[in-house]
């Protein structure tokens, strides 16, 4: 569905619009004309529609008073606007979203001016609502944000501050039609210091929806496999192979299901950097079944969304949330285990938000093993002393508030050293890039500064529960050929230091 739809007359205002095809007059991309007999003919129920199918702007182009060639059509129609707009009103929706304009010129150059000031006023409601959503309206302009901010330490174009000033200044077109919303990490880092609880990365999404909308491009990274991958998982989904498990699979009926989401795909994309994701998948599977818990994989799993819900593309969010909570009710599982922190958040916030309340129960992996954590015995031939440093992702901390658990599963382990960075939990930096988009120098470098940070400690492991985080560093890393800390996946660690039993080996799926 067009952001805005536009009823015109079949007489004067068509020949405008005709005339402005001529011309080639710069008319709104999500704008759709659809001719009627006359606007007197439009109900009621006519005007609400397009609402309910996602418009965001309903114009009434009429012929003016005394030239109707329905003699009182423009009045019918003037009265069903005005009734639309108080029932709009009523349900929350803002009237202005609705108008009615009658038309006496035909040329193109009027209509051109009328539909762009009403897609001018649309564009703004829209951007008066975000301002109104996120607490942007109380911002004090104080700058805490830019001075706490990851990029904007790198960047200095970069400023939260900025931005939301830019947008209440009415700005917004030049911010929508430039690189910078696609800049910020979504981080939340601002969010933990903002006195205002101004919830900046909210506003920084819906801008990228509106930009979207308008036709913005992202720069992708990687070519864009990333996101070619999850539009055609959109449109087309099909079942999944398990040829990336590395042990036998058995059938079994269970209500618990766990999520593999991304990893065998990133396998494919990050070979390059002798990365194996699905080694962290194995891992946790392996882990839950020490501690006694047997999910089941399904094949008809897709992408979880999260890289399109926060780069605009919000339609194939849905259909990919539709599908996973298709698949999940049909298999009538009651809780999804996840080894991917964006998955997590995605599941427990984003889709409840978008698609209502559910039942379902949604749990990260460290939680459930630490309920559970006499279950993991540790090896007691593997006890020579190693010092790790712990990356809190970003999803999984500032978004989901899980600091501890994977902190609490090293403590099992006497002859594992835990060694804080300076900045952790609530203070961590990001690791420098969100949604494979906008990949630059200036995420390098915050990516090189977050290893410089594990450095420090000394530590000779640096451990994350993210495969985003692991894939970003890692990346940084052989492109300065900078080794002095290794990485690994906070799974495939502490499946390495407990003692397995062959009968722990065995993976489930159906």
Not at 14 to 43: F, H, Q, W, Y
Not at 201 to 222: E, N, V, Y
Not at 239 to 260: G, H, P, R, V
Request: hydrophobic content about 35%.
């Amino acid at each position: 569905m067009p952001s805005i739809i536009v009823y015109a007359c079949k007489w004067n205002p068509s020949i405008a619009a005709d005339n402005a095809g001529v011309e080639k007059r710069s008319i709104p991309d999500d704008m759709r004309i659809i001719t009627v007999e006359c606007t007197g003919s439009l109900t009621t129920a006519m005007l609400i529609q397009p609402f309910e199918e996602g418009a965001r702007g309903v114009l009434v182009l009429g012929c003016s008073a005394g030239e109707c060639h329905f003699v009182n059509g423009n009045e019918f129609a003037k009265t069903r606007v005005e009734e639309a707009k108080s029932i709009l009103k009523w349900l929350g929706h803002r009237s202005e979203s609705l108008e009615i304009n009658l038309m006496s010129d035909t040329s193109g150059a009027a209509f051109e001016d009328i539909v762009n000031r009403f897609a001018s006023r649309i564009n703004r409601l829209q951007i008066t609502e975000m301002i109104e959503q996120t607490n942007a309206e109380y911002c004090l302009e104080c700058g805490v944000c830019t001075g706490i901010c990851p990029m904007s330490r790198i960047n200095k174009s970069f400023s939260p501050r900025i931005i939301v000033e830019d947008c209440l200044l009415s700005l917004e077109s030049e911010i929508l039609s430039s690189d910078i919303i696609w800049t910020c990490l979504t981080c939340k880092t601002c969010e933990e210091v903002c006195p205002s609880k101004v919830n900046f990365t909210d506003f920084i999404r819906q801008l990228r929806d509106k930009a979207a909308d308008s036709g913005a491009h992202m720069a992708l990274t990687h070519a864009g496999i990333l996101q070619q991958t999850r539009l055609l998982e959109a449109k087309e989904p099909r079942k999944k192979t398990f040829e990336w498990l590395n042990c036998e699979k058995k059938s079994l009926d269970t209500d618990i299901a766990y999520f593999a989401g991304c990893a065998p795909v990133y396998d494919i994309v990050f070979k390059y950097l002798d990365l194996k994701i699905t080694d962290s998948t194995n891992a946790i599977l392996n882990l839950l079944r020490l501690a006694g818990i047997n999910p089941a994989l399904s094949p008809d799993e897709v992408c979880c969304g999260h890289d399109a819900y926060w780069n605009g593309e919000l339609d194939v969010f849905k259909r990919l949330a539709r599908h996973n909570l298709e698949w999940i009710k049909k298999g009538n599982y009651k809780t999804v285990i996840f080894g991917c922190p964006e998955g997590y958040h995605t599941f427990k916030n984003i889709y409840p938000r978008e698609l209502g309340e559910s039942s379902l129960e949604v749990l990260f992996w460290t939680d459930i093993i630490m309920e559970n954590k006499y279950a993991l015995i540790p090896d007691i031939d593997n006890h020579e002393t190693v010092s790790v440093t712990y990356q809190d992702p970003c999803r999984l901390g500032r978004y989901s508030g899980i600091y501890e658990s994977p902190r609490d599963l090293l403590t099992l382990f006497e002859n594992v050293k835990l060694k804080e960075m300076q900045k952790n939990r609530e203070t961590s930096i990001c690791c420098g890039s969100s949604g494979w988009v906008q990949c630059t120098s200036c995420n390098k470098s915050i990516q090189m500064s977050r290893l410089d940070d594990a450095k420090e400690t000394e530590a000779e492991i640096m451990l994350t529960a993210c495969p985003k985080c692991l894939i970003h560093l890692r990346c940084a890393q052989k492109d300065t050929n900078e080794q002095s800390v290794k990485l690994m996946d906070l799974a495939s660690f502490v499946y390495s230091l407990c003692k397995i039993s062959k009968k722990n080996e065995v993976l489930y799926a159906r």
